[in-house]
């Protein structure tokens, strides 16, 4: 389970409407029937149209300047493991989600409690993910692709009588291109704006700053963390706990859904490794016998190959270059978002 906060940006300031964002979110409903389009919920209603969640967004930013952010976006993203675990259910994705804004509404350090309810938010499905410029295999697939576009370029030439070469030749050296690219699916180099294989599916929400009362302000930020300010000379409670929430979402998936997590799946192991990739991999090798097979099942299938056949069980052994190798097939894999936690 990955789950990300981020703030809308609009250049150098903050989105002043979500409308953009909404039709953003609305691309998978192009081209489909009524009864198969997505619809925005929230944590009482299934059916909310994209009219009344930007409405009711843009109308709830009351005293917020321009430099504020006026709402933030969450994304939920189950690994494809949870998704098979549930049946890739949007049901059972609408109670999840419903639950996990109860652990954002809790990570929120106020004097009152913050409660669900007084979170405006708008949340949809989606089941698509296509590949994007910023994507590891684009990047790695570029230098063959700006070839291929030299020679496509060159057979219009020929076309318009401006070349004089063979151009059987020169759709034999772009098809040869084309295999050699180091990123493939189903036999075709990956370019930009192919569909992602297996199962994508993610869910967008939508958070007002503002609390639905319109009145007390309710940041997510990274720099706000649990601390006390003064307010005309008396002390109060702000901030917001992301470790606790990240945390509590993952231990609701698992409540929810009796879904037996592995270490590597695990919010703490994310944060062991960015930490400590030593501290992270010695864990990993004192796992039960049981629980570090599937680990490396896990990592085998996204993609980890593991350094070396007879890995050392004992801290003081792990060297230096076994880590490093460790870490780099790790990374790949999380770059290529085999491992979804």
Same mark, same amino acid.
């Given at each position: 389970?990955?789950?990300?906060? =981020?703030?809308?940006?609009?250049?150098?300031?903050?989105?002043?409407?979500?409308?953009?964002?909404?039709?953003?979110?609305?691309?998978?409903?192009?081209?489909?029937?009524?009864?198969?389009?997505?619809?925005?919920?929230?944590?009482?209603?299934?059916?909310?149209?994209? @009219?009344?969640?930007?409405?009711?967004?843009?109308?709830?930013?009351?005293?917020?300047?321009?430099?504020?952010?006026?709402?933030?976006?969450?994304?939920?993203?189950?690994?494809?493991? @949870?998704?098979?675990?549930?049946?890739?259910?949007?049901?059972?994705?609408?109670?999840?989600?419903?639950? =996990?804004?109860?652990?954002?509404?809790?990570?929120?350090?106020?004097?009152?409690?913050?409660?669900?309810?007084?979170?405006?938010?708008?949340?949809?499905?989606?089941?698509?993910?296509?590949?994007?410029?910023?994507?590891?295999?684009?990047? @790695?697939?570029?230098?063959?692709?700006?070839?291929?576009?030299?020679?496509?370029?060159?057979?219009?030439?020929?076309?318009?009588?401006?070349?004089?070469?063979?151009?059987?030749?020169?759709?034999?050296?772009?098809?040869?291109?084309?295999?050699?690219?180091?990123?493939?699916?189903?036999?075709?180099?990956?370019?930009?704006?192919?569909?992602?294989?297996?199962?994508?599916?993610?869910?967008?929400?939508?958070?007002?700053?503002?609390?639905?009362?319109?009145?007390?302000?309710?940041?997510?930020?990274?720099?706000?963390?649990?601390?006390?300010?003064?307010?005309?000379?008396?002390?109060?409670?702000?901030?917001?706990?992301?470790?606790?929430?990240? @945390?509590?979402?993952?231990? =609701?998936?698992?409540?929810?859904?009796?879904?037996?997590?592995?270490?590597?799946?695990?919010?703490?192991?994310?944060?062991?490794?960015?930490?400590?990739?030593?501290?992270?991999?010695?864990?990993?090798?004192?796992?039960?016998?049981?629980?570090?097979?599937?680990?490396?099942?896990?990592?085998?299938?996204?993609?980890?190959?593991?350094?070396?056949?007879?890995?050392?069980?004992?801290?003081?052994?792990?060297?230096?270059? =076994?880590?490093?190798?460790?870490?780099?097939?790790?990374?790949?894999?999380?770059?290529?978002?085999?491992?979804?936690?």
């Amino acid at each position: 389970m990955y789950i990300s906060i =981020t703030k809308q940006h609009l250049g150098t300031t903050f989105s002043q409407s979500s409308g953009d964002f909404v039709s953003y979110l609305e691309k998978e409903n192009e081209d489909k029937a009524l009864e198969l389009q997505e619809h925005f919920f929230d944590q009482h209603n299934d059916r909310i149209s994209p @009219e009344q969640v930007i409405k009711d967004i843009d109308g709830n930013t009351a005293k917020l300047k321009k430099r504020d952010p006026k709402f933030y976006s969450l994304t939920i993203n189950p690994s494809q493991s @949870e998704l098979k675990h549930i049946g890739n259910d949007p049901e059972r994705l609408r109670q999840y989600v419903r639950e =996990t804004m109860k652990n954002y509404a809790d990570a929120f350090y106020r004097d009152n409690p913050v409660s669900v309810d007084s979170i405006k938010y708008y949340a949809k499905i989606e089941y698509e993910r296509h590949y994007k410029g910023y994507d590891k295999a684009i990047k @790695e697939n570029q230098p063959f692709r700006a070839k291929i576009v030299k020679l496509e370029h060159d057979l219009v030439k020929i076309r318009n009588g401006e070349l004089h070469e063979n151009p059987k030749a020169i759709e034999r050296q772009i098809n040869k291109l084309k295999a050699q690219a180091p990123h493939q699916m189903d036999g075709k180099m990956i370019e930009q704006g192919m569909k992602k294989k297996g199962l994508q599916t993610h869910i967008h929400i939508i958070v007002s700053r503002k609390d639905s009362s319109n009145t007390l302000s309710l940041s997510p930020g990274s720099s706000h963390k649990a601390s006390e300010a003064l307010l005309n000379g008396k002390p109060v409670k702000r901030g917001f706990d992301r470790d606790a929430f990240f @945390e509590n979402a993952e231990k =609701t998936f698992d409540r929810l859904f009796k879904y037996d997590r592995n270490f590597v799946e695990s919010y703490t192991a994310r944060k062991m490794y960015h930490q400590n990739t030593r501290l992270y991999f010695a864990h990993l090798m004192k796992l039960p016998t049981n629980e570090r097979s599937a680990a490396f099942k896990l990592l085998g299938k996204a993609g980890v190959k593991l350094p070396m056949l007879n890995i050392p069980t004992n801290q003081v052994q792990l060297a230096i270059k =076994t880590i490093k190798q460790f870490r780099k097939a790790l990374d790949k894999a999380r770059d290529a978002g085999s491992i979804g936690i």
